[in-house]
């Protein structure tokens, strides 16, 4: 089993804050895939990362793969109140057919 | 528009039933998975298939089956529902590597 640990579990913070949540592994990953979920929703692809190193940005969110492709950082600038909800990172194996859900972390962004 | 379809969104069942969970989805995608999520525990893969009538164990797939005869059809059976199996179920398909499609989930509630 690929294991994948985020951190931190759950974050609260103000409006215009910025904020890091980390997904880490011993594994090696084939690419590294960020989601967010809503309550009673499935999870919603935000951004797909590949190589390592690589950095993606999407409006105030920069999603980064480590370059050993076994971990991931999601940082939000200025945080506003939609960006409320569980973000969930997932590998995908080498093999490309399983894919690992980390535990999620939970942000509440507060007016 | 895509779509993942589980049959229901809310399910309430007894100790020893057996219960059936159906997902369908319209794009042809080849992998299917089964996920349960609880609280703190983030996505737990139960079961996944990567072609019909193939299925290899996840995480969590003690007390779960599945099934897959046809490529869209991918169904989770409880042999005989336990307390412990209540949970949210999600299911999800991809192709190989590439973004997951979610369902709605299926609240389940074992009493």
């Known amino acids: 089993t690929q294991l994948l640990e985020q951190s931190p579990q759950f974050l609260s913070i103000q409006e215009g804050e910025n904020l890091t949540v980390y997904c880490n592994s011993s594994?090696?990953?084939?690419?590294l895939q960020w989601y967010r979920q809503e309550p009673g929703e499935g999870p919603v692809l935000l951004v797909t990362?590949?190589?390592?190193?690589e950095v993606k940005k999407l409006k105030r969110l920069t999603f980064q793969f480590g370059d050993a492709r076994k971990d991931s950082s999601l940082h939000i600038t200025a945080a506003q109140p939609g960006d409320t909800g569980l973000y969930l990172c997932?590998?995908?194996?080498?093999?490309?057919?399983?894919?690992?859900f980390g535990g999620g972390t939970r942000l509440m962004v507060k007016p | 528009d895509v779509k993942v379809t589980q049959s229901s969104r809310y399910l309430v069942k007894r100790t020893g039933e057996k219960v059936f969970l159906e997902c369908v989805q319209d794009?042809?995608?080849?992998?299917m998975f089964w996920y349960r999520q609880d609280p703190g525990l983030g996505l737990r893969l139960i079961y996944f298939?990567?072609?019909?009538?193939?299925?290899e164990k996840g995480d969590i797939p003690e007390g779960y089956s599945v099934s897959r005869e046809k490529k869209e059809r991918f169904s989770l059976i409880l042999e005989s529902a336990s307390t412990n199996q209540t949970s949210m179920y999600l299911c999800?398909?991809?192709?190989?590597?590439?973004?997951?499609?979610f369902g709605q989930g299926t609240r389940l509630t074992v009493v």
């Open positions: 997932a590998g995908a194996s080498n093999a490309g057919n399983m894919l690992t």
């Open positions: 594994s090696v990953f084939s690419s």
């Open positions: 990362v590949v190589t390592g190193g």
């Open positions: 794009m042809d995608h080849e992998n």
């Open positions: 298939s990567y072609d019909v009538k193939m299925k």
């Open positions: 999800a398909s991809n192709q190989q590597g590439s973004e997951a499609f």
